[in-house]
Structures are given as C-alpha cells and as structure tokens.
C-alpha cells in the first residue's frame, strides 16, 4: 500500500495564478484532511470531508476550495494564489471520527510558494 | 478560541534520559487527545491516543498522562535515544486541533 500520496511536492505560483493539488489515499478510508503548516503555527485544518461526495470547512477555509468525487482522492485548490498562501500542505485521512479507529494517515506534503 | 500550547523552545537532552515534553490546551474538553511524531521534510505519524478516562498509557518507551482537571497532557520517551530527535506534536480531537509541536534533539 502507498498510503497516502500528494501531487505535486513542489511548486513555485505567481501571485494570482491557480492549481490544483491532488491527494490520493489506497486504504479505503472515509475521511480525508488538508491541513497547512506555518512555522510557529501548527497544523490548521483547510477543509475535509467525511465521505464521497461531501466537503466540510475547517479552521482556514478561505481562499481554497476542495472536491471529493472519488473516495480515494481528495482535491485542494487555489483559485487566486496569494503570497499569505505560500505554505507546507499536508493531506491526511482516517478511517472514521469514532476514537477507536480515528488516526490520521498524513502524506509527505507539498511545499507551495507564492511570489 | 481554542489554543493549545506546546513549548516553542527545543528541548535538549542526553541519550539515555528521560524526555518530558508538555500540552497545554483551554476552553475546551476533548474526548481524546493524540500524540504525533514529524520528522523534517515529512507528514505527521501517529504514535497515541489517550482519552479522557484515562490517566496514563503506555506503548513501550512512551508513555502519555492527561490530566483533564489541569488540561495538561505530558509525553515521555524513556531511555532516550538519537534516533527519537525530531519534532512531537499533540493533537485535540473531534476538532482537528494540532498543537504547533516541540523540537526534542537527543545528544548522544
């Protein structure tokens, strides 16, 4: 199993261009997260989804939009990059919410910086 | 607001000892409260999961207390070891909240 993968790891946008970021998951799992990470920040929640077909807003939801058409993959987007943008963007995924089953797989991340 | 505070500054310590890293959170009672592990370059890896009812928990060099009544969550590694360096992060659940993570170096 790969786990979860994210697509690209890097990418450099001019500020005002857009694109796309993909997030793939093989475990079958039902929850999917993106989180951005700053320095000093932590991670904060963008958006996720509880299941195919639905999105839910996070903590930082602004300026992102996401699409969950297949249960696998997750997409995060960037209509109109903005240099407050430029961050690492981690994808993750849980089976459930429910405690027992509820670690986060997370990718390796992608590192976006807006100019 | 939620805000959930974990030392910014580093800890340093010697192979061998015990490290002590520490999570602090307000105006909120989680359910449960998670410990990860990020190493530079890579995502977060989960190592536990301790809930409310629970006062302490193990998994071989780790161990986890949450203290609901201090909000107080600590994470030990006994027996530190070089290969532990990296940075530890709590997480609040069944809101998404992540602390922002200590940087623990273990000298050999």
């Known amino acids: 199993n790969a786990g979860v993968t994210q697509t690209p790891k890097f990418r450099v946008l001019k500020t005002g261009q857009s694109m796309t970021l993909l997030c793939a998951q093989d475990?079958?799992?039902?929850?999917m997260y993106w989180y951005r990470q700053d320095p000093g920040m932590g991670l904060r929640l963008i958006h996720y989804s509880v299941g195919e077909g639905t999105t839910a807003k996070g903590e930082v939801p602004d300026g992102y939009n996401v699409s969950r058409l297949k249960k696998q993959n997750f997409l995060l987007g960037l209509e109109s990059a903005a240099p407050s943008q430029t961050s690492v963007y981690f994808c993750a995924s849980s089976y459930s919410e429910l405690v027992s089953t509820d670690t986060q797989y997370f990718g390796p991340g992608t590192r976006l910086t807006v100019l | 607001s939620q805000k959930i505070e974990q030392n910014s500054e580093a800890l340093n310590i010697q192979e061998g000892k015990t490290a002590t890293l520490t999570c602090n959170y307000t105006n909120y009672s989680p359910a449960y409260l998670q410990w990860y592990r990020q190493d530079p370059g890579r995502g977060p890896v989960f190592l536990l999961l301790i809930r409310e009812n629970e006062k302490e928990k193990r998994k071989e060099r780790l161990k986890v207390t949450f203290d609901t009544t201090l909000k107080q969550s600590l994470f030990h590694i006994t027996a530190s070891q070089p290969a532990d360096s990296a940075t530890y992060l709590c997480?609040?659940?069944?809101?998404?909240?992540f602390g922002s993570g200590t940087k623990l170096n273990v000298k050999p």
């Open positions: 475990m079958n799992h039902e929850y």
């Open positions: 997480a609040l659940r069944n809101k998404f909240y």
